[in-house]
């Protein structure tokens, strides 16, 4: 079954983007058809990507404001089953823009419908916000993956964005789920993060992936290396996290 994941956390520095590079990556070396969208006017995907075989110069942004042509923003990655759509800062008036367009919260999901046949998995990294362009993506979306970071604070919001999701899923698209909720940047040896973990086994125990991102060095230098973290070193805890996530979705 095709999905169309979501990663979201209206909190930044949960390991947003991290997961949807890797998750993307894990995915095509699974030799899963996977596109990756860069949704976030910080284009911090789109940086963490800059040594990744990127030639296609255009953005999301192209697509969005007004030529429809998703194809022409697509670009070939160093990896042959993932394909990748770059942001910039030009995204940030792309709400201003569509104010006053009609059905805008459809807008990403007009141009995902020319191509998601050809892909299995498309995977789209949203801004830290509950904005005008993350309701375009929740509309485009079958499912929503939540990372959260192993600390107290990270769990504030996590129920007011779960109350966001199901007003979508009401009054907009109703094939609308929740995939899991990943515990991201997770230390065995901090008793914090297993009171975290804890919590959240309590209030989302059947939300919660059995796969937990540890925090990893080597998962943190990739993208100032510009690939994702099983091209710079695949034998790192962050690569092998990834790709138990990714295996964990396919089943």
């Given at each position: 079954?095709?999905?169309?994941?979501?990663?979201?956390?209206?909190?930044?520095?949960?390991?947003?983007?991290?997961?949807?590079?890797?998750?993307?990556?894990?995915?095509?070396?699974?030799?899963?058809?996977?596109?990756?969208?860069?949704?976030?006017?910080?284009?911090?995907?789109?940086?963490?990507?800059?040594?990744?075989?990127?030639?296609?110069?255009?953005?999301?942004?192209?697509?969005?404001?007004?030529?429809?042509?998703?194809?022409?923003?697509?670009?070939?990655?160093?990896?042959?089953?993932?394909?990748?759509?770059?942001?910039?800062?030009?995204?940030?008036?792309?709400?201003?823009?569509?104010?006053?367009?009609?059905n805008r919260e459809k807008t990403l999901l007009k141009l995902i419908n020319k191509i998601k046949k050809n892909y299995q998995y498309i995977i789209i990294d949203c801004p830290p916000?509950?904005?005008?362009?993350?309701?375009?993506?929740?509309?485009?979306?079958?499912?929503?993956?939540?990372?959260?970071?192993?600390?107290?604070?990270?769990?504030?919001?996590?129920?007011?964005?779960?109350?966001?999701?199901?007003?979508?899923?009401?009054?907009?698209?109703?094939?609308?789920?929740?995939?899991?909720?990943?515990?991201?940047?997770?230390?065995?040896?901090?008793?914090?993060?297993?009171?975290?973990?804890?919590?959240?086994?309590?209030?989302?125990?059947?939300?919660?992936?059995?796969?937990?991102?540890?925090?990893?060095?080597?998962?943190?230098?990739?993208?100032?290396?510009?690939?994702?973290?099983?091209?710079?070193?695949?034998?790192?805890?962050?690569?092998?996290?990834?790709?138990?996530?990714?295996?964990?979705?396919?089943?």
């Open positions: 079954m095709k999905k169309i994941i979501s990663i979201l956390n209206q909190k930044g520095g949960v390991g947003k983007t991290t997961t949807a590079i890797n998750l993307a990556a894990s995915l095509a070396i699974l030799e899963k058809k996977t596109l990756l969208i860069d949704f976030d006017p910080q284009a911090n995907a789109t940086t963490g990507l800059s040594n990744f075989g990127l030639e296609n110069d255009f953005s999301i942004y192209d697509a969005m404001s007004g030529n429809g042509n998703i194809k022409s923003v697509i670009s070939e990655t160093s990896l042959e089953y993932m394909h990748f759509i770059k942001s910039d800062t030009n995204l940030v008036g792309c709400e201003v823009e569509l104010v006053n367009v009609q916000s509950l904005g005008l362009l993350t309701l375009n993506s929740l509309t485009a979306s079958t499912d929503v993956l939540i990372p959260i970071q192993s600390e107290f604070f990270a769990l504030e919001g996590l129920k007011s964005l779960q109350e966001t999701i199901d007003i979508v899923k009401e009054n907009i698209n109703n094939k609308l789920s929740i995939l899991g909720i990943l515990i991201t940047m997770h230390s065995k040896r901090l008793k914090l993060s297993k009171k975290v973990e804890n919590l959240l086994k309590k209030d989302f125990k059947n939300k919660l992936f059995q796969t937990k991102i540890n925090r990893n060095i080597r998962l943190a230098e990739a993208p100032d290396d510009g690939k994702p973290a099983i091209m710079y070193d695949v034998n790192c805890s962050g690569a092998k996290n990834y790709m138990q996530l990714a295996m964990e979705i396919i089943k």
